[in-house]
């Protein structure tokens, strides 16, 4: 059982709008950076957004962030087939036992 | 550029202990808020944090597997280390090692860079 918690999967038609949804708690998304990961199948997965809504170099405006509370949310407007991947959303628990924590990934099908 | 690599072994049988090396090259572990990180991702499931150690030789373990693992550094060599023991089938996964850089103030703001991941199978 993920930490953070993530819709299994969402599909969306080419061209289309899609949101992923990451919810967690104070300790984690509530008081820390959010981190949005995509691993296209048989891959790594691969850093897509950082601190909540910010895109390393390469990545497309297509892809966006933001965080309210203790939820997260990514958007990818202009869907793409490959944008077919399993996307993950991430970031550090400040609990007692500090970690690295997950969601438990959401697959997105490109009709 | 940033690289990094695992190395290991792709089988182990149950019981047995299981090293796993990354080797890393772009950046130092020497570097004030530098971090390397082991996370795993068994066949179809969802990605698991293992295990930190950051510039300092400060070791951050999942709660879950703490007393099963070890991570080390040598920081000459570019490399960490995590052991693993007692190694079941379920611990049958995909082990990736990244990179994690903090901030000043001790902030994670991602994984930035990633290994291509060695499968590892736990079988007799």
């Known amino acids: 059982q993920s930490v953070l918690t993530q819709p299994p999967s969402v599909s969306a038609a080419p061209g289309q709008k899609v949101t992923i949804s990451c919810s967690g708690s104070s300790s984690n998304i509530g008081n820390n950076y959010v981190s949005w990961y995509q691993q296209l199948p048989g891959t790594a997965p691969k850093l897509l957004i950082y601190?909540?809504?910010k895109r390393p170099s390469g990545i497309p405006d297509r892809f966006s962030g933001s965080k309210s509370g203790t939820s997260a949310t990514l958007g990818i407007t202009g869907l793409q087939t490959g944008d077919e991947a399993d996307y993950y959303c991430g970031t550090w628990d400040s609990s007692l036992s500090a970690s690295v924590v997950f969601g438990g990934g959401t697959k997105l099908t490109v009709l | 550029q940033v690289t990094l690599r695992e190395s290991g072994p792709a089988l182990v049988k149950p019981t047995q202990t299981l090293t796993l090396t990354c080797t890393f090259s772009g950046f130092s572990l020497s570097t004030s808020g530098m971090c390397v990180s082991w996370i795993r991702q068994p066949p179809g499931k969802a990605l698991e944090w293992l295990a930190l150690i950051d510039w300092d030789d400060d070791k951050y373990y999942s709660t879950s597997l703490k007393t099963r693992l070890t991570i080390s550094k040598d920081t000459s060599k570019n490399q960490v280390v995590l052991t693993m023991t007692n190694m079941d089938p379920v611990d049958t996964a995909t082990y990736y090692c990244?990179?994690?850089?903090?901030?000043?103030?001790?902030?994670?703001?991602?994984?930035?860079?990633w290994g291509q991941g060695t499968l590892v199978t736990v079988s007799s």
């Open positions: 601190d909540n809504n």
């Open positions: 990244a990179r994690i850089p903090l901030d000043s103030s001790g902030y994670f703001h991602g994984v930035d860079y």
